[in-house]
């Protein structure tokens, strides 16, 4: 009798561990680690940007989506803020941002060199202002090499995929390369889909480019003594007027002066709104 006490008790301890030890396997399966740095991974794209240094590159290992937090003094309007010179492989997976300026990008102190590649980024929720890759100044050069910047979802004002922003004196190198997509809501006002606040270096090679207007030059601010050159090569750009107005923006819209613009086989579709 006491031996079967025994052997009972033996068993009911080792149930108990297989338990506890499944229990356990199944709450380490729960976080699932999004990003990578050589080969350290990351729960989170922050934590893995925060985490890699000038010349790394930060690998995607997974579809994810991004909410709004405060990062960089910056308010809460951003999902993921990159302020060293990187490459950021997204290793063909999409970025689904509910933040509604999805990655920030921004050189402190020294100027920021930044490869986006085989990546999807796409706005959620629908604001206005959507944008999928902002830079803040301190750009040295920007490559989107086979990116997707998509807000046609949003349909209110100023959408604009790729906004070349902050304050910035002088050129920044923008490249936007092999199958880049960008493309807004093509069928309503105030969706641009790159604009540029800044003197910019722009080359558009082998990509599509969609918006109400696709590239939109504002007025430099006062003191900026450079100019913005577009080179634009073997690619298509798609602009559609607003039902019921002229479509007075079309392809490509510059409001400064300083401003040149050059385009080779290339297609330019300019539409009425019907």
Not at 52 to 76: C, M
Not at 95 to 114: C, D, E, L, T, W
Not at 156 to 176: E, F, H
Not at 192 to 219: E, F, H, M, R
Request: include cysteine; charge should be negative; glycine fraction near 8%.
């Amino acid at each position: 009798m006491r031996t079967t006490k025994k052997i009972t008790s033996i068993v009911l301890a080792v149930l108990m561990v297989v338990s506890m030890m499944s229990v356990m396997a199944v709450t380490a399966s729960a976080t699932t680690n999004v990003a990578k740095v050589g080969g350290t991974e990351y729960e989170t794209l922050q934590a893995a940007f925060d985490n890699a240094t000038a010349g790394d590159t930060v690998e995607l290992l997974t579809d994810i989506t991004l909410e709004p937090q405060t990062i960089s003094g910056e308010s809460a309007k951003y999902g993921a803020y990159i302020t060293k010179s990187i490459t950021f492989d997204g290793k063909g997976h999409t970025i689904s941002s509910n933040a509604p300026r999805a990655i920030g990008v921004k050189g402190s102190g020294s100027k920021v060199n930044v490869t986006f590649k085989d990546v999807t980024v796409k706005i959620n929720n629908n604001p206005s202002n959507a944008i999928c890759i902002c830079t803040r100044g301190g750009i040295g050069e920007l490559t989107l090499d086979n990116v997707t910047l998509d807000t046609q979802g949003c349909n209110k004002a100023y959408n604009q995929p790729l906004t070349i922003g902050g304050t910035q004196y002088d050129q920044a190198k923008v490249t936007v390369k092999n199958g880049s997509v960008i493309q807004t809501n093509n069928e309503a006002s105030k969706y641009y889909a790159i604009i540029l606040w800044n003197p910019v270096d722009l080359t558009i090679q082998s990509s599509t480019i969609k918006g109400w207007a696709c590239v939109y030059q504002k007025p430099f601010e006062a003191g900026t003594t450079d100019t913005t050159e577009v080179k634009i090569d073997n690619s298509t750009l798609i602009s559609k007027g607003l039902a019921g107005s002229t479509n007075h923006f079309a392809a490509i819209m510059t409001e400064e002066e300083g401003f040149s613009c050059e385009v080779t086989n290339s297609n330019i579709n300019v539409t009425a709104a019907e």
